[in-house]
């Protein structure tokens, strides 16, 4: 049977689940939406064959899943606020960056499964990565739901410990924004030295996904698969010099962990308003 989905927020995120989701086939009569920006509400449903509602509260009444996928600093009003049509049968999967399962758990207001999730925006292609965590009122058959939904855009990793969803953050939810950033230093350094945009562009991302896909489909060491390139004394050796001299190693550390601690200060911040 197919799962009646809500989307509670329908922005960057939810989008992005969304396209996955219906670019695998799950169907747009089995899928719901809520927003308080209803000019958009037209658009999304042309987009994705969903239905939008202006009330949250409708939205979720009319789900079997619920995905909740508004900013972390609203989330805890907005849960509050559609709290009495919950029914206990109900699977809730939040998507909010360092919002905990028992806070998640406080605002619904009575025992109802939860999946805390950590997805990113590559889901719109189907190249999606995301970290879960469940609670224990969660039965298994929701699991290989959820495990499955998240599959079928992209790929997921079940979190034992809920303290480690922010380094997930770091790596994944947050991760494919740094590798825009160095797309875009790299496409200006091409267009520096003469390359028209367009080419600049074309050679930098393919380098960024050939390499992504050798690690993903080969699986060889990684450190290898560089060594394999940088020929010595040539090109490549010239380029990681300089990398390691300027500082990559710690550059890449720190945003990491200052991902991560920024993901523990929203938790702290929105735990309980
Ligand atoms: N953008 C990303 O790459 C990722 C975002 N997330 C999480 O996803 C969540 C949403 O982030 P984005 O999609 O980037 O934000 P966004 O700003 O693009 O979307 C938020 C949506 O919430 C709606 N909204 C605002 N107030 C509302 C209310 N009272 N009731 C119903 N809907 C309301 C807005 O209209 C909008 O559709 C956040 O909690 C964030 O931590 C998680 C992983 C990655
Ligand atoms: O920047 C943020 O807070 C959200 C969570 C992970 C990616 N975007």
């Known amino acids: 049977m197919t799962l009646k989905i809500a989307f509670v927020g329908v922005g960057n995120m939810a989008s992005a689940i969304?396209?996955?989701?219906?670019?695998?086939?799950?169907?747009?009569?089995?899928?719901?939406?809520s927003s308080i920006?209803?000019?958009?509400?037209?658009?999304?449903?042309?987009?994705?064959?969903?239905t939008m509602y202006a009330d949250n509260k409708e939205a979720v009444a009319a789900a079997d899943v619920v995905f909740l996928c508004v900013k972390p600093n609203l989330l805890q009003s907005v849960v509050e606020e559609f709290a009495t049509?919950?029914?206990?049968?109900?699977?809730?999967?939040s998507v909010a960056a360092g919002i905990e399962i028992g806070a998640l758990e406080s605002w619904l207001g009575q025992p109802v499964a939860v999946v805390r999730s950590m997805p990113n925006t590559p889901a719109?292609?189907?190249?999606?990565?995301?970290?879960?965590i469940a609670n224990e009122h969660t039965s298994e058959d929701q699991k290989n739901w959820v495990a499955n939904a998240f599959d079928s855009f992209g790929s997921h990793v079940w979190i034992?410990?809920?303290?480690?969803?922010?380094t997930v953050t770091a790596l994944s939810g947050s991760a494919p924004a740094y590798f825009f950033r160095?797309?875009?230093?790299?496409?200006?350094?091409?267009?520096?030295?003469?390359?028209?945009?367009?080419?600049s562009r074309k050679l930098s991302t393919y380098a960024m996904k050939g390499a992504a896909a050798m690690v993903t489909e080969l699986?060889?060491?990684?450190?290898?698969l560089r060594k394999n390139i940088t020929s010595p004394n040539g090109t490549t050796q010239?380029?990681?010099?300089?990398?390691?001299?300027?500082?990559?190693?710690?550059?890449?550390?720190?945003?990491?962990?200052?991902c991560a601690e920024r993901s523990k200060e929203l938790g702290k911040e929105f735990a309980n308003k």
Do not use: C, K, W
């Open 18 to 33: 969304i396209g996955g989701l219906r670019a695998s086939g799950y169907s747009g009569d089995a899928i719901v939406g």
């Open 37 to 50: 920006n209803v000019e958009d509400h037209p658009r999304l449903e042309q987009r994705f064959g969903m």
């Open 85 to 93: 049509v919950v029914r206990p049968e109900q699977l809730f999967v």
């Open 124 to 132: 719109l292609v189907g190249a999606g990565m995301s970290g879960l």
């Open 160 to 166: 034992e410990d809920e303290a480690q969803m922010h």
């Open 182 to 199: 160095m797309l875009e230093v790299m496409i200006e350094a091409g267009v520096a030295q003469g390359l028209d945009e367009a080419t």
């Open 219 to 224: 699986d060889e060491d990684i450190a290898q």
């Open 238 to 258: 010239a380029a990681l010099e300089t990398l390691e001299e300027q500082g990559i190693q710690s550059l890449m550390t720190a945003a990491v962990d200052a």
